[in-house]
């Protein structure tokens, strides 16, 4: 235990004061919560950010990542013990996919610990509801995403814009963007954002930024994916060709079969690595209006989850499907801020580009961007890039960067 605490308080002297949207959003003195998201969204920090501010020095917390050595040999339930006979209050257990039979070790903490809260934290490829061990009625699940717009900006500017629930965007965005229009340039920080503001570790360098982030894709795609999906190893080229069609792609309707012979992937290989890919927080994949969610069901569109990602695989961009790629994506994580609901209904629509939450149509494009698509469709509204300020039913893009 001496030495997980010596590691702990070392990690804490670095951490970073600056907090996520989630950090607040979270009950921290529920008996178990679990925090998914991908590599490199800030898990780690957060949980000892939580530690820092209310624990300190104390020995009643206890930070430990489970991919550590130390695991091979000892069991983790065990070690749970342990630490709640020392007094432990707080167990916080980072990378916890890395543990063979995780779940199993959790619901046994929880049922013979009761006076011990565990905090987990793991990939974004965890499915929870698919294990054998019941987390379901244990633990509170919440997913971080990246950075939004809006964290973006207020970490760079020291600012303290608050979010713009999706109702008030559609029904006030002229004043809140004249409000936020008149304190900073938004669109050069829509544009460095979509280049490098999405994972929080662009504070520590930019320069760096786009081979940290390469680095993030090659540990989902060679070491998070086949220890959890169990793909094979002479797979991963193939997939990471996949990605780079997808990122050099403008927004379309995927042809299966011709994407499969390119990547020398069966069909029905394909649609289990597009969901295993979005499970991952690599891919964003959405379907036609009315189809719901259906597994190895062909999407509609095809986006890479955020345009770092895109920039960081090619030099390629098409303006369009940055543009769509962007509000999928800050809509679809605005829909999981509280636990226990799942991304917002995002639908590529029979007329207009999206159908959300079976309600708005939006069309998205470029400043000139007018109604034809859309014309006489209630509850319908231009999404315009280049713009920053919109009227009536004309919305600028970037303020979808405001919903979390």
Not at 94 to 114: C, F, Q, R, T, V
Not at 121 to 134: H, P, T
Request: proline letters at 3%; one cysteine or more; hydrophobic letters at 40%.
């Amino acid at each position: 235990m001496e030495r997980f605490q010596q590691e702990q308080l070392r990690l804490i002297e670095s951490v970073s004061a600056k907090k996520r949207y989630l950090h607040d959003l979270i009950d921290w003195n529920e008996r178990c919560i679990g925090i998914l998201g991908a590599c490199g969204t800030g898990k780690t920090t957060m949980m000892l950010q939580h530690v820092r501010d209310r624990y300190g020095n104390s020995e009643k917390a206890l930070y430990v990542s489970v991919d550590s050595p130390y695991f091979l040999a000892h069991n983790l339930f065990e070690v749970a013990s342990e630490f709640h006979e020392l007094g432990g209050e707080l167990l916080l257990l980072d990378e916890i996919h890395k543990y063979p039979d995780w779940a199993s070790h959790i619901k046994s903490m929880y049922d013979s610990l009761p006076e011990l809260r565990i905090v987990f934290s793991g990939s974004s490829l965890l499915q929870i509801s698919k294990e054998k061990a019941d987390l379901s009625r244990r633990a509170i699940i919440f997913n971080l995403h990246g950075l939004s717009l809006r964290e973006y900006i207020n970490f760079v500017h020291e600012t303290d814009y608050p979010v713009h629930p999706l109702d008030a965007i559609l029904h006030n965005h002229r004043d809140i963007a004249e409000t936020i229009s008149k304190e900073i340039t938004i669109r050069k920080e829509l544009r460095d954002y979509l280049k490098y503001g999405y994972y929080p570790f662009f504070l520590e360098s930019s320069g760096t930024y786009p081979f940290r982030l390469r680095e993030v894709i090659n540990h989902i795609l060679e070491v998070d994916l086949p220890y959890i999906n169990r793909i094979e190893t002479r797979q991963l080229s193939k997939l990471k060709k996949l990605l780079y069609l997808l990122a050099t792609s403008v927004p379309f309707t995927p042809n299966i079969t011709k994407l499969a012979e390119a990547t020398e992937i069966s069909r029905a290989r394909l649609y289990e690595y597009l969901e295993n890919l979005q499970n991952a927080r690599l891919l964003n994949l959405v379907r036609s209006q009315g189809r719901g969610y259906e597994v190895l069901s062909k999407p509609e569109k095809i986006f890479l989850e955020n345009s770092n990602l895109m920039y960081a695989i090619t030099e390629n961009i098409n303006t369009g499907t940055l543009r769509e790629q962007f509000f999928v994506n800050q809509i679809r994580n605005a829909g999981t801020l509280h636990p226990g609901i799942l991304d917002t209904s995002v639908e590529v629509s029979t007329k207009g580009d999206f159908f959300v939450n079976n309600m708005y149509t939006f069309e998205i494009g470029g400043k000139s961007k007018g109604f034809r698509q859309i014309g006489g469709i209630e509850n319908s509204f231009v999404v315009a890039d280049d713009l920053e300020i919109g009227s009536r039913n004309t919305i600028p893009l970037w303020l979808f960067g405001f919903l979390y």
